[in-house]
């Protein structure tokens, strides 16, 4: 596929997912500024990636830390997002180049951002992932959890919880994942009475349920296939 027709494709896709996501906002009485779209570019080039950045898309999300560090070094303007699993081994090199960990799935790693972040004397902003779907496959703190930790996520000042992440079932049951995100934003706002941090951030909603997702309370959306299927030149 030559460079131009991705550009052409992609422009469109950014534009559909940009409407659906507006609709979903005003369906919701919901002001759609409120809501960023994550361009999720794990299956693409750095090259595909970059023009999604040129059509005005600040924000990108990566799953591998490897793969996050060879397209931030070739596109050093975005607003990286890790989205997936974070090796402590790789803080070091992961932390610096991004805007937000979305994925923070244990105590543990919980622990060494906040001692990372105090050695630089910077905060990192960071969100909890939740398994609100209950899956075994999925990673992230179970929904019980979350609660009793309320006093040591309030006390760590080397991170800045914004916030808390999840990812739906892949199932057709609109019902269930409607009911998934409705956990995730209920068990914020107890956090948030528990904590007395503000927590402004939901991210949930992938492709195939993105307008649910902002229905209920996402400030965050992770898309990818639905702008990048197809697209890789390899
Ligand atoms: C891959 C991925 C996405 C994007 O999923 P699509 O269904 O392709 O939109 C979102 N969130 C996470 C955590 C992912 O790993």
Redesign the pocket.
Known sequence: MMPSDVREILRERLASVRGRMAEAARRAGRDPSEVTL?A?S??VSPSVAAIAHELGEADL?E?RPQELWKKAAALPGVRWHL??HLQRNKLDRTVPLVTLI??VDSPRLHEALDAFGQARGTPIPILL?VNCSREEAKGGFAPADLLPLAGTLASRSGVSLRGL?T?AAYTADQGQVRATFAELRTLRDQLRQATGLPLPELSMG???D?EIAIEEGATLV????????GLDEG
Do not use: A, Y
């Not at 992770?222 to 299927?229: D, I, K, N, P, Y």
């Open positions: 994550v999720v794990k299956t999300g799953s989205i997936g979305h994925s992932e992440m990812m992938m492709s195939n993105f992770r898309v990818g296939s639905t702008l990048f299927e």
